[in-house]
């Protein structure tokens, strides 16, 4: 039996972490959630939609006491506020997947330069980037799990198989990204208000968002040179789901179904990332809930590029349904074991 333990239970990905956890149909038993909101409320009180699935109360987050019901756990904690837990966790020969960026990024002057000073700098190398479709040898004998952010998961799988393969050229990649609001986490804010967001549509952080330098990061690692992106996200008035059209200059001359055929052979034994035949384009609603990652891409030969399109759901395969894929990888279970599900249609 596997027991695993969410911190930071109470929010958007956690509590979509524990809706897969709960089902799962391995030997896998939740046995510790914590929420200082929320302290010795019952789960299905706060999460009615987990009402007759799980009996736990939110507990304080005690390091010692959580590491003395789990094997694994889970951190849903703010950026810096990982750094707190990880390292006592990892002491305690607990094994960590961690949500925030705190060990995504390998270089600790980099991860200063976009958050703030880092207090384990010493975990970054052993820390392993929880992208399965990057770095799944890896993640099966990993301790500390750096979960993707979700616009670096859609923006990667849109733009790898192209430039990996020499299609596209390293230079001038721009990434265009559109995420539902609850990307932004469920604390009340001015740029996350209903009336600010409804019937609105905005770019924000222009050349400016924390996942640039990870976009970059694991491609530039991922094709042996470095490379830089022009990343642009965008708030969009839908709760959740991540779109990102990525536009890529091609090295030489290729149709769409040349292009795409690089795509289908570089994914063909990805279990969460689909290819679209060509003329289809990735919707956020067929990967809504869901861990799947569709792509579709286009040649426009008039002017020389390729466009790149990915849809994920931004608090499942953007967060918590990929941080059980890596929990599954971890622990040796089946891979897709409780993620074998569609997206919500209308």
Not at 71 to 82: A, M, R, T, Y
Not at 130 to 135: I, S
Not at 291 to 314: F, P, Q, T
Request: glycine fraction near 8%; include cysteine; charged fraction near 20%.
């Amino acid at each position: 039996m596997l027991r695993v333990g969410i911190v930071g239970a109470s929010g958007y990905t956690g509590s979509e972490l524990i809706r897969f956890l709960v089902t799962h149909p391995e030997q896998v038993e939740l046995t510790c959630v914590t929420s200082r909101t929320f302290a010795g409320q019952y789960v299905s009180r706060v999460l009615p939609n987990l009402r007759g699935l799980v009996d736990l109360k939110f507990e304080v987050p005690n390091i010692e006491d959580v590491a003395d019901k789990v094997d694994i756990v889970f951190l849903g904690l703010p950026h810096k506020s990982s750094m707190e837990f990880a390292p006592k966790f990892l002491d305690l020969g607990v094994k960590v997947v961690d949500f925030s960026a705190d060990y995504r990024l390998k270089s600790v002057e980099v991860y200063e330069k976009w958050y703030q000073e880092h207090t384990s700098p010493d975990l970054l190398k052993e820390a392993i980037y929880g992208l399965p479709e990057l770095h799944r040898a890896e993640i099966r004998g990993a301790s500390l799990i750096a979960n993707p952010g979700c616009y670096p998961t859609g923006a990667i799988l849109a733009l790898l198989p192209a430039l990996k393969s020499g299609a596209a050229e390293t230079e001038g990649v721009i990434v265009d990204a559109k995420s539902g609001i609850s990307g932004a986490g469920n604390t009340p804010a001015e740029a996350t208000h209903f009336p600010n967001r409804y019937d609105n549509f905005t770019a924000y952080k222009v050349g400016s968002h924390r996942h640039q330098p990870e976009i970059e990061q694991e491609l530039s690692s991922a094709i042996g040179r470095d490379i830089t992106v022009c990343f642009v996200p965008h708030y969009v008035p839908m709760s959740r789901g991540i779109l990102t059209t990525a536009y890529l200059r091609l090295s030489d001359s290729i149709s769409t179904e040349e292009l795409l055929e690089i795509y289908s052979r570089y994914y063909k034994d990805e279990p969460f990332v689909r290819v679209l035949d060509p003329g289809e384009i990735p919707q956020t609603q067929a990967v809504r809930g869901s861990n799947y990652c569709d792509i579709g891409v286009k040649v426009v030969e008039e002017s020389g590029l390729a466009v790149a399109i990915s849809a994920i759901d931004n608090l499942t395969k953007g967060a918590s349904s990929q941080a059980l894929q890596n929990m599954n990888i971890m622990a040796g279970f089946d891979e897709t074991a409780g993620l074998l599900f569609p997206g919500l249609m209308p």
